[in-house]
């Protein structure tokens, strides 16, 4: 069982039960949950709850952690909140191996820092990007279009270069 | 040497310096190599044309939509999700519908249910058939490409005949379905599952399950153990072609899928033959699906009866006053659902497909995330690849099945 030191808050949301752990101690609570039975991650993701009035949330990003018992096929949803620019919390790839590129693409969606991920890079933008296009405060339509006339200008070296 | 890559899973990287006395080669195997089925770029290190270490490198189809869903009103989101998973439109409609659904409360009556049931079979049925006629085509089987697609075209038919679409269909809604099965479309399938479907399952078994090449290139080639698939996270025909015997369709089911009567495909060769009987068992188990789904098809409304979340039918816009107020109301502002967040899954032809939705309350969502079985799978790559020959990655990527429209979203 998760010791219930690590929990801070638990329910059920439209049917799916989740718990919210501190999340300086993520990595304890979801290696308890492993030893529980919980043995898959089936996805990891963050939500930016930037001017989110729908509830009180304790900081801007929350982190997801969904977890399934492929024997009694239950599932969990672990929270923690982390606020901060870059947020900072511990990788969980060495519990999960498929976390690894979840927490890359967290990464470079949120720009949310994993500690100890092997290889914390850009997985789906380019290498070069500038900014994390799932947060809230990055514009659609922001970008310059590839191959258009502002492309062109925006490519070419200045002249005096 | 054995390296951990995590999890007790060690690979043997034996002869780093290289058999031929040589260092390792490094080659770019792709972005647009044919074989990858899109654009999927691989660094791979060989000894001589033994793969040694593989890193994927993808992103080239990612088309932000995920952050497209969150500017687009609940309604609206629908023709999003057609366009991740390019191969199975309608099983990526109903993970969103079913999450929609079931964060507003509601349910969906039986014959929308059964309609939903029969999009998604035939889509994994094309969607199957594209893999083999890719796939055959790649590994020496020229024609199943041509015996493959004419299937396909016939399942294409029937989309455009009960959506309008061929391809994107966003058949499926929150809500129900977009409309009701025409007697022309029950009529083809009638004709699709009774004749057409199970004599040509047993026709590209013909051509390929005694095959002396396919057999070549696939048994042996790709292996991935029971535990190894548990632990990378594979699903689908990976994981049940490794014999684990997983399919949320039985295991956690969804859609009504509890009332058919199907078995689950699994093979305990663990390789690439392996997939491929899983996968032309589903064949077989789909159109059997289909076939219970149209013997019972259930008569009744295809929609939740729920004005706040559809508009109302053509006639009532003329005599109600309350319609045109819903109607109007719907096509600007659209319909808001309550805060809350929920994850649904669903087994696409790739594996577990799902969606988180979290909402703040408002007529558009807050955060949709789609779980993508091609993502996770090829994490597996480097696993089933390694100390193979380069020639036979084309058959390990090829029995994959990822689909980088759904890996890179």
């Given at each position: 069982m998760i010791p219930e030191a690590l929990v801070v808050d638990r329910g059920v949301s439209a049917g799916d039960s989740w718990l919210t752990v501190d999340p300086a101690k993520v990595h304890d609570a979801l290696s308890a949950l492993k030893d529980e039975g919980y043995s898959l991650l089936v996805f990891l993701t963050c939500v930016d709850h930037l001017l989110d009035s729908s509830r009180n949330w304790p900081a801007r990003y929350e982190l997801l952690y969904e977890l399934r018992n492929l024997e009694t096929r239950e599932q969990v949803r672990v929270r923690a909140f982390v606020d901060g620019d870059p947020p900072h919390i511990d990788s969980v790839h060495d519990l999960f191996p498929p976390a690894n590129w979840d927490e890359r693409e967290t990464y470079d969606m949120f720009g949310v820092v994993f500690e100890n991920h092997p290889d914390l890079t850009r997985i789906l933008m380019p290498d070069d990007w500038v900014g994390h296009p799932l947060r809230r405060d990055y514009p659609v339509g922001g970008e310059v279009v590839e191959f258009s006339e502002e492309h062109e200008t925006w490519q070419t070296a200045p002249e005096k270069a | 040497m054995t390296t951990e890559i995590g999890q007790g899973i060690t690979v043997d990287r034996t002869g780093e310096t290289g058999a031929f006395g040589g260092e390792l080669l490094t080659v770019n195997f792709g972005p647009h190599h044919p074989s990858t089925h899109g654009v999927l770029r691989l660094v791979v290190d060989l000894d001589g044309e033994q793969v040694k270490r593989i890193k994927p490198v993808i992103?080239?189809?990612?088309?932000?939509i995920e952050k497209q869903m969150e500017a687009l009103r609940w309604q609206q989101g629908v023709v999003v999700t057609d366009r991740h998973d390019y191969l199975s439109p309608p099983i990526n409609n109903l993970a969103y519908a079913l999450a929609v659904e079931r964060l507003m409360g509601v349910e969906v009556p039986p014959r929308a249910q059964a309609l939903r049931v029969i999009m998604c079979e035939l889509t994994r049925l094309s969607s199957h058939l594209v893999w083999m006629g890719t796939s055959g085509l790649e590994l020496g089987a020229m024609s199943m490409l041509m015996y493959c697609f004419r299937d396909r075209d016939t399942i294409m038919d029937m989309n455009e005949e009960i959506s309008g679409f061929r391809m994107h269909t966003s058949y499926i809604r929150p809500g129900g379905v977009f409309a009701d099965a025409t007697p022309r479309f029950l009529d083809m399938l009638d004709r699709f599952t009774a004749k057409t479907m199970t004599k040509n399952v047993d026709e590209y078994e013909a051509l390929l399950t005694d095959n002396p090449i396919w057999r070549r290139r696939t048994i042996g080639i790709g292996r991935l153990s029971a535990e190894d698939a548990k632990v990378l996270g594979a699903t689908g025909p990976m994981l049940r072609g490794s014999g684990v015997a997983w399919d949320l369709r039985k295991a956690m089911p969804y859609s009504g899928y509890e009332n058919y009567d199907f078995e689950i495909a699994t093979s305990d060769l663990c390789d690439c033959y392996g997939r491929y009987l899983v996968r032309i068992k589903e064949m077989r188990e789909s159109v059997k699906i289909l076939r219970q789904a149209l013997d019972r098809l259930p008569d009744g409304p295809i929609n939740v009866d729920d004005r706040k979340m559809l508009p109302p039918p053509r006639e009532e816009l003329e005599t109600s006053m309350e319609a045109v107020i819903h109607h109007f109301k719907l096509f600007t502002e659209g319909y808001s659902v309550p805060p809350g967040d929920v994850y649904v899954a669903v087994e696409s032809g790739r594996g577990e497909n799902g969606c988180y939705i979290s909402s703040d309350g408002t007529h558009k969502p807050r955060r949709v995330k789609f779980r993508s079985a091609s993502f996770v799978n090829l994490q597996a790559l480097e696993r089933m690849a390694l100390n193979h020959f380069i020639a036979d990655m084309i058959a390990i990527i090829g029995t994959a099945d990822t689909v980088l429209g759904d890996c890179d979203r």
């Open positions: - | 992103g080239y189809l990612h088309t932000g």
